[in-house]
């Protein structure tokens, strides 16, 4: 008896530790529970919807297939004796509280910002009774269906918690929880975004912002505007085709996830001019340093009816191909040399009698009916409303990205806003220069480390009356370093560190969440996803001996 | 006719495809004609008993013109060249041979000479009517050098494989006999296939020295014969060692590809993993406050003051030098604390008792545990704290790795010592990940910032030396630490970077930058079509158009 009393002892140490993002209420006991090798999840609702059947099928795979020893030194090797005294659990019930509606995942993860439901009651019994997880929708049971992959470990063929019994209730402190990638710096496979997908769902992300074109390629073919990819992407086989599209939407939507896609306007737009000269001022104008943050230069002539109208119609076509209530319509980094030497643009506001700020709201003002016009609500970046005189719906989402400091700012113009600061959240950062001849550091230097995302209060400076206007946050990869080559690796396990701050709220204790980190980033690995090492493997087996003041 | 002036045109305007290699030849001449390979290429060696290990060189030469499968890096990628193929002529042959006098040895053991006796330098010619290309060399070696060389200047686009810059001239030899990498297995495992994926990579930039250092306070993964104590106790896992034949696997495909494997036992700190077999020879043991006892956790020092431990370590080396051939081996000697052995009883007990300072200790262990190398044929190697802050004997022949700063080195040339470039502020790759200590928001690196490869291509193996000094610099190393590294990030941390050094010590200091990114995109495009995960180092918008993304452009 003393030899397995110790045993507990060291379980507690690390068991629940592993789930990520951690529960609001969680209970766990010190009891050892098996897997059944019968073990199965039961649906107990008429008519389920077949993404939540997939949800359910692809936790019963993970089960099997994610083979983690327990992070402790001999890798739970010792839990032998343990286990065959055990109960062993048979049956997981899912089911949705009585007068939920019955909607697909898919369905539920593409409702409006603010009205999704993702809660969920998951109770494990210690005596090998069935588990039970219940929600108010399909999406709250695929959040429940995720912590349950976390809690389980594997050693001598046997896979158990040590922790029974389970009881949790679970739901998240903000709706938008995203990871936003560029496709346009460096061209992404399908099958990369989906991998990422994939993680990103088991750390209960819900929202991908999907980066798709930038001044250096067009990979999105869109009905009625396919000469901007086939001009514009790097090749023919780097191209996101409207089946394409669906694809990944639909991958995301059956793991909670809803995407929102970015056309970045007016700036960003460089290489439109490929297909389109006529729409685009300063088109790789040198020296582009003056025209542009990087290279190469070229914006949407703002000022021009027939390049507002082409902007609006393309709006308006990529608002079709995503189901997403949200669209991206960018703003940041416009810079004004580039239309004051542009012959066009200066004739065009003289004809019109506008200044480039009023073009500017004009422009603005259509491209954003365009779209709302399908249904959408536009996402900004910070600039249209800290930097530019412009008309936004007051319903707009406004993204914070040059710094932590101006989301006051933002919540104080009583727009909704979504965290994306670059001193906490740019994946980037802290790679070195990226521009040639250049023997620099990178801009947003130093490296955002998984601690320092972690100590992000997302209501830091904004009143009790605005904190209503923070939907959330979300890591961002630019992807000017980056490709297929080292994107699990640069996002990974880093970009939990977000999710956990806007699921389980701020404040988190870095000295727990370090090895249940691990503990993730482990798992990732076993599932495929090439999570880095936070630490030499020694300190992810002897939880604290590694910090700074052990 | 006009069309074929144009695009000839072109592509003199566009970069010279020859500009693709890396490390850049010391001579190379090359023209502007396209030159196809046929399908049924074929590589001769001349001469009788061709060493087997350069005939497989050759056979993973041909393999790799065909797989390659590598578009010319411009606007519109080898279509723009498709034109030229109709009027081209085609290559059909290349032989190697050896000069005049020279005999046959084989690769690997060319390869596993000391550094400075090895002999890299080979002569290049490719005709562009058609007739044979040749490679010629003094050694083996020089020949395998010679050959990928060969092999990074071929383009395919519709299944044709050419070259746009023939015909190509190429007298080519190191500046420095040691270029290397150094790979740390200590702090996380790296399985032998990335080990060997490694090796390939780096003999494709000409690197030849593989710097292993195999083990450190937190793991030991080498399987020691007699020793097997350390490794079944100090592995993370039991699947997480390196065993006999795992290194024989890994010394001969290092020594086939021009290669040779430094090990490193790093002695006397950085040993806590030997208290898990041997509790009583390691001082501070795990001690708390590791930040006291120690620069990383967890603290440990070998107990160098007792004989026993001295005569311990003396074998184990002897062994570990059995199981390497190369004339190498690193005894480490960095960061050594000293409050470790202020608070061990047993190491105040012993010096009291034999009434010697710890530094005194210090030049014995290292003597008696330099001795049992140089016995077994081999040439101790130090970190720079050997030389620089302890007062230990040391032959005058053991280079040194300077790695805490390139401002040390000078101190160590004029100690007399020949030294190998590693320097933290040029030269290391895990630089800029960030703090990996937990509980510690605010920890950046402690190298900050990240090394780009603009920075480590632009340092200079001989400043501040006086041409006596400069004579004893053998050449220098990117390094990868691995707190914060394993196999999921190995490719994308160190390629293409570790090119940037390779290029520097084969080619020399003083390369341009903007000349050098052209060239530098090639090679991680090229390594990515071989399966290594280098990464994107600019937008493609930028690595298709040469200088479109400098500073100035």
Request: charged share 20%.
């Amino acid at each position: 008896m003393r030899l397995i009393a110790v045993l507990f002892a060291v379980a507690h140490v690390s068991g629940v530790l592993a789930l990520w993002p951690l529960p609001r209420s969680l209970e766990t006991g010190t009891n050892a529970l098996k897997l059944a090798s019968n073990f199965d999840v039961q649906i107990d609702i008429p008519h389920a919807p077949s993404d939540l059947k997939d949800a359910v099928s692809r936790t019963k795979s993970l089960l099997k297939s994610d083979k983690l020893g327990r992070l402790v030194v001999g890798r739970g090797a010792s839990d032998h004796n343990t286990l065959q005294r055990s109960g062993s659990l048979r049956t997981l019930r899912v089911s949705l509280t009585p007068g939920s509606p019955v909607r697909s995942i898919t369905e539920e993860a593409r409702l409006a910002i603010g009205t999704r439901s993702e809660g969920y009651t998951l109770q494990i019994p210690s005596d090998g009774s069935s588990a039970t997880l219940t929600a108010n929708s399909t999406l709250g049971l695929l959040r429940g269906l995720t912590t349950f992959g976390q809690l389980w470990y594997e050693a001598s063929g046997e896979i158990y918690t040590m922790e029974a019994p389970v009881s949790i209730t679970d739901s998240p402190a903000f709706p938008f929880r995203g990871f936003m990638l560029d496709t346009s710096r460096n061209f992404f496979p399908v099958a990369d975004i989906k991998r990422t997908l994939d993680a990103m769902s088991w750390v209960k992300m819900s929202q991908f912002h999907w980066h798709v074109v930038d001044s250096q390629s067009f990979p999105l073919e869109v009905p009625g505007y396919t000469e901007l990819a086939s001009k514009g992407a790097y090749d023919s086989s780097m191209v996101y085709s409207p089946k394409d599209v669906e694809d990944i939407v639909a991958y995301a939507g059956a793991r909670g996830i809803d995407v929102m896609i970015e056309i970045d306007t007016p700036g960003h737009t460089a290489i439109i001019s490929a297909a389109h000269p006529e729409h685009i001022a300063c088109a790789q104008e040198s020296p582009w340093t003056t025209f542009a943050n990087e290279p190469p230069a070229g914006q949407l002539r703002i000022a021009s009816p027939a390049t507002t109208n082409f902007t609006a119609g393309l709006l308006s076509a990529v608002a079709r191909m995503f189901p997403s209530s949200l669209l991206s319509t960018g703003g940041d980094e416009l810079n004004t040399e580039c239309y004051v030497q542009d012959a066009e643009t200066q004739a065009d506001l003289k004809a019109s009698g506008q200044t480039l700020e009023q073009a500017l709201d004009v422009f603005t003002r259509a491209t954003h009916a365009a779209i709302r016009a399908e249904g959408k609500t536009p996402a900004v970046w910070e600039e249209m409303v800290l930097e530019h005189n412009v008309t936004l719906g007051n319903d707009t989402v406004v993204m914070v990205w040059i710094s932590s400091a101006n989301a006051a700012a933002v919540a104080a113009r009583n727009f909704r806003l979504v965290h994306g600061p670059s001193d906490y959240f740019y994946l980037d950062c802290g790679a070195g220069e990226w521009i040639g001849d250049d023997v620099a550091n990178s801009w947003c230097d130093p490296f955002k480390t998984w601690q320092k995302s972690y100590t992000f209060d997302p209501l830091a400076n904004i009143s009790a009356s605005q904190a209503h206007l923070v939907l959330g946050g979300e890591q961002l990869l630019w992807t000017e370093q980056s490709g297929p080559e080292n994107l699990d690796s640069i996002v990974w396990p880093r970009a939990a560190s977000s999710a956990e701050v806007f699921w389980s709220g701020p404040g988190g204790d870095l000295n727990t969440a370090l090895p249940r980190l691990h503990d993730l980033a482990f798992r990732l690995r076993q599932r495929g996803v090439k999570a880095i090492q936070l630490q030499p493997m020694w300190c992810a087996l002897r939880p604290g001996q590694c910090n700074i003041d052990s | 006719m006009k069309l074929l002036a144009l695009v000839a045109l072109v592509l003199a305007i566009t970069h010279s495809p020859a500009e693709a290699l890396w490390p850049q030849p010391q001579s190379v001449a090359t023209g502007s004609s396209t030159l196809l390979l046929s399908p049924g290429f074929q590589i001769t060696v001349q001469g009788n008993h061709v060493p087997g290990d350069l005939l497989a060189a050759v056979g993973r030469t041909k393999q790799l013109l065909v797989s390659d499968k590598l578009e010319r890096l411009v606007v519109g990628r080898g279509a723009v060249d498709a034109p030229s193929f109709r009027a081209a002529k085609v290559l059909s042959r290349l032989t190697l041979s050896l000069g005049k006098g020279a005999s046959f040895a084989s690769l690997t053991s060319e390869a596993q000479k000391a550094p400075e006796e090895r002999d890299e330098a080979y002569h290049l010619i490719i005709p562009k009517d058609g007739s044979g290309a040749s490679i010629t060399a003094n050694s083996t070696l020089g020949l395998f050098r010679g050959l990928t060389t060969f092999s990074q200047l071929w383009y395919e686009h519709a299944n044709t494989v050419y070259t746009v810059s023939a015909p190509v001239t190429i007298e080519d030899r190191p500046a420095y006999p040691y270029r290397g990498l150094m790979l740390d297995t200590a702090r996380n495992f790296f399985p032998v296939s990335d080990i060997k994926r490694t090796l390939d990579a780096m003999s494709w930039v000409k690197i030849n020295q593989f710097h292993w250092h195999i083990v450190d306070s937190q793991s030991f993964p080498l399987v020691v014969p007699g020793f097997t104590d350390l490794s079944a106790k100090g592995a993370y896992s039991s699947s997480q060692t390196y065993s006999l034949s795992d290194v024989r696997d890994i010394v001969s495909y290092a020594g086939a590809r021009g290669i040779d494997v430094m090990v490193e036992i790093d002695t006397p700190g950085h040993t806590a993993i030997i208290s898990q077999a041997h509790p009583d020879f390691v001082a501070c043991a795990e001690a708390s406050p590791w930040a006291t006892y120690a620069n990383e956790p967890p603290a440990g020092q070998l107990r160098f003051v007792d004989a026993t431990v001295t005569k311990y370590i003396a074998d184990l080396f002897t062994e570990v030098a059995k199981m390497f051939p190369s004339t190498l081996f690193s005894t480490g000697g960095d960061e050594l604390n000293t409050n470790c052995y202020d608070i061990d009883g047993p190491t105040q007990a012993a010096l009291n008792a034999s009434g010697s300072t710890l530094e005194q200790a210090l030049d014995v262990f290292t003597q008696k545990t330099h001795d049992a190398l140089k016995a077994k044929g081999k040439t101790p190697v130090v970190w720079e704290e050997m030389v620089l802050v302890h007062n230990v004997t040391l032959s005058k022949d053991t280079p040194v790795l300077v790695w805490i700063s390139s401002d040390n080195v000078k101190a160590v040339a004029e100690a007399g010592h020949k030294l190998i470039h590693a320097a933290s502020d040029y030269f290391y790759l895990d630089c800029g990940g960030g703090g990996w200590v937990g509980n510690f928001p605010s920890g950046n690196s402690w190298c900050d910032p990240f090394k780009t490869w603009q920075r480590s291509f632009s340092f200079d193996p001989v400043a501040n030396l006086t041409a006596e000094e400069a004579k004893l610099v053998l050449g220098g190393q990117q390094l990868l630490w691995t707190e914060q590294s394993g196999p999921q990030n190995l490719d994308p941390v160190v390629w293409p970077r570790a090119a940037s050094s390779a290029e520097l010590f084969w080619t020399g200091p003083g390369g341009n930058v903007s000349a050098a990114l052209p060239r530098l995109h090639d090679l991680a495009y090229r390594f990515r079509q071989r399966g290594v995960n280098a990464i994107s180092l600019q937008p493609e918008w930028c690595a298709l158009r040469p200088g479109a993304c400098d500073l100035t452009a």
